[in-house]
């Protein structure tokens, strides 16, 4: 397919760089967001999120007029959708915001495009997208399928995407990426469309399996962590600093510990998992305790600032980060977040200083909370009376200890030993 044009629904954290890299190995890209206000700053090269290199390089596409954003859907010859895949209440993938961005593609087709679903889902989900849109256009047919009507034909693929955030901008580039077609013909014309920007390895699979690929690197993670997190939970019991004991260990050639930390967040390897266990219950055992264990680790950091507040009635506290990972403004799935809040809400006493330099406001469940504030960190550690770190941005790491003397120090994070 000689120069497709794009078109990529959603622009978030994965979509918007992405759009940005096609569009600077030039192809011609239409970025489509329902946040109008966003489609108008993007419009004018500013970036809507925390990612380093990004805007230069958004500034860049926009200038050569490779990339543009709108909120309406457009005709292209290949459409890559990367839009939220949360999970209901029983852990099962909500598929509402895929399926939806299927129908506002479905009258644009001609016949001839290839859709690839970028979004981490759960496995069979581009087959469901695939057939939802062939329900809305019964004149089309998959790539495949019986065809003795001659109708013209369309392609699916599933390609996930498996950047650091932080790091989009070059791990776009340099890392592996599988490409998941459903048909041969599919992974050929979405490995074209890859390899105009990717110098990793192109990875040839099913879409299925490319689904789970996604899903299983991501839950391998959080296995390994949940083995440090539960290690740091027997450590305290019994008086052993973890970080000593996990960094010993280590020493052995073929042990690698990961760190603990107070809880799992994100939108990949907190959600990830449960897609796993959902679509196969009862062999999924052991990624399931896993995720129990992580994300029962929050209400154990929550118990150790209540005793700390139990030793100091009417303390501040000062909790540092919010954000689910270091030197980002994402706060999806942040166990840092859901501590911060959940400590205000039981505390309503309590003055909680909420420190994370990578925003500007608060965002809406703690905003609504009157005993929380956003503070800036040197403030936050002098009025502060229990100091609760939270996450290691960089931001945090040269603190001096003469502003933590005489505080109770809750590090989760191993910073400050």
């Not at 500013?46 to 309406?72: D, F, M, R, W, Y």
């Not at 069979?124 to 003795?148: F, Q, Y």
């Not at 977040?337 to 505390?347: F, G, K, M, R």
Request: aromatic fraction near 4%; glycine fraction near 6%; charged fraction near 20%.
């Amino acid at each position: 397919m000689p120069s497709p044009t794009i078109a990529f629904v959603g622009l978030g954290y994965i979509g918007l760089p992405t759009a940005v890299v096609l569009a600077n190995h030039g192809l011609k890209v239409t970025g489509i967001d329902i946040n109008a206000v966003n489609v108008e700053r993007i419009n004018r090269g500013e970036v809507t999120i925390v990612e380093p290199g990004l805007e230069e390089q958004l500034q860049k596409a926009i200038h050569s007029g490779n990339l543009k954003a709108t909120t309406e859907m457009v005709h292209a010859d290949v459409y890559i959708l990367a839009v939220p895949t949360p999970f209901k209440d029983n852990y099962e993938g909500d598929l509402s915001y895929i399926m939806a961005a299927a129908e506002s593609i479905a009258p644009q087709l001609l016949g001839g495009e290839l859709v690839i679903l970028e979004s981490t889902s759960p496995p069979k989900t581009t087959e469901k997208m695939a057939a939802h849109i062939l329900a809305l256009r019964p004149d089309l047919v998959a790539d495949g399928a019986e065809n003795p009507e001659s109708k013209p034909v369309l392609y699916f693929a599933h390609c996930p995407e498996r950047i650091l955030p932080g790091y989009a901008m070059e791990e776009l580039i340099t890392n592996d990426r599988i490409i998941g077609g459903q048909t041969p013909r599919a992974t050929e014309i979405a490995t074209e469309v890859y390899g105009s920007f990717c110098t990793g390895e192109l990875l040839p699979t099913d879409d299925v399996t490319a689904e789970m690929a996604k899903l299983t690197e991501n839950s391998f993670r959080d296995v390994n962590i949940a083995f440090a997190n539960e290690l740091s939970l027997i450590a305290a019991n019994l008086g052993v600093d973890v970080w000593e004991l996990i960094e010993l260990a280590n020493h052995h050639p073929r042990v690698n510990i990961l760190q603990p930390g107070p809880g799992v967040g994100g939108h990949c390897i907190a959600v990830d998992p449960w897609f796993i266990v959902a679509a196969d219950r009862q062999n999924s055992q052991l990624i399931r305790t896993a995720r129990e264990v992580n994300d029962r680790k929050p209400n154990w950091v929550i118990q150790q600032v209540k005793d700390a507040l139990a030793q100091q009635p009417g303390a501040n506290i000062a909790a540092l980060g919010l954000a689910f990972k270091p030197n980002i403004d994402d706060l999806r799935e942040s166990p840092a977040l859901d501590i911060t809040a959940q400590l205000a809400t039981d505390l309503p006493q309590t003055r909680v200083l909420a420190v994370e330099p990578h925003i500007s406001a608060l965002p809406p469940r703690l905003a609504d909370l009157p005993n929380v504030q956003l503070t800036d960190r040197d403030a936050a550690l002098d009025q502060a009376d229990i100091v609760l770190l939270l996450v290691d941005h960089d931001a945090f790491k040269d603190v001096a200890a003469t502003a933590l003397t005489g505080k109770q120090v809750i590090d989760t994070k191993g910073l400050w030993r």
